[in-house]
């Protein structure tokens, strides 16, 4: 069974600068897409990034491009979201999801079907 659990998160000031971390088991996650989330407060879960693992391959929305980067380390099994430049609007509760690769970008929540629990980002302005 594929599971995730993230950590890393925390507050932060504008500006500044966090590491999340996805820690991946159960699986073989050469085959797979690992994606990251966010959800704020009374708002839908929205896409970040997804890395296709086997070539390492990422893409990024608009709101983050730029200023985020995903990353693995295959010996870890370790997922990294290097988030720079942070704003307040980026506050939220972020996740990341697994689900078996495809040619596509996993851009949606319900292409993946494997999630860790969250973990909370602030962004004090």
């Known amino acids: 069974q594929v599971q995730l659990v993230e950590s890393g998160g925390g507050l932060v000031q504008a500006g500044g600068s966090l590491r999340l971390s996805c820690a991946a088991s159960g699986g073989s996650f050469s085959t797979y897409d690992i994606g990251w989330f966010r959800q704020a407060p009374g708002k839908e879960r929205q896409f970040v990034g997804t890395?296709?693992?086997?070539?390492?391959?990422?893409y990024y929305a608009g709101s983050v491009k730029g200023r985020f980067t995903i990353s693995r380390d295959n010996a870890e099994n370790m997922v990294y979201l290097q988030m720079n430049s942070l704003k307040p609007e980026d506050t939220a509760v972020y996740y990341c999801?697994?689900?078996?690769?495809?040619?596509?970008?996993?851009?949606?929540?319900?292409?993946?079907?494997?999630w860790g629990q969250g973990t909370q980002v602030t962004v004090s302005s």
């Open positions: 890395l296709k693992w086997s070539r390492g391959s990422t």
């Open positions: 999801a697994a689900r078996s690769s495809t040619l596509a970008w996993g851009l949606s929540t319900t292409s993946y079907a494997y």
